[in-house]
């Protein structure tokens, strides 16, 4: 089984920056896809970046230019580089890991509270 923890979330001024780090561990997996998702009071959960093994990456039209996700592969570990933040950025954000181990699992980390202050 994958366990995830995440870290960096806070509390921060418009147009300001922060770092979200989401680690994976465990014994006997292999990770496919890592993901950052955000749910903002009242909304749905949706995707804001995501990475490939082979690094490629997606991103929402929202954050684009502004937010950027890595990874480091020997770490199993996850980053959002999130600059230019906006009030509208406030959300929870979880992390998201496609995993394989008997068979394909994803799994969600627990949330870390992102709030920009305008």
């Known amino acids: 089984q994958v366990q995830l923890v995440e870290s960096g979330g806070g509390l921060v001024q418009a147009g300001g920056s922060l770092r979200l780090v989401c680690a994976a561990s465990?014994?006997?997996?292999?990770?496919?896809?890592m993901a950052w998702y955000r749910q903002a009071p009242g909304k749905q959960r949706d995707m804001v970046a995501l990475i490939t093994t082979g690094g490629d990456t997606n991103y929402a039209d929202s954050v684009k230019g502004r937010f950027t996700i890595s990874r480091d592969n020997e770490e199993n570990t996850v980053y959002l580089q999130m600059n230019s933040l906006k009030p509208e950025d406030t959300a929870v954000y979880y992390c998201?890991?496609?995993?394989?181990?008997?068979?394909?699992?994803?799994?969600w980390g627990q949330g870390t509270q992102v709030t920009v202050s305008s």
């Open positions: 465990g014994s006997a997996f292999r990770i496919k896809t």
């Open positions: 998201n890991v496609e995993y394989f181990y008997r068979g394909w699992n994803d799994r």
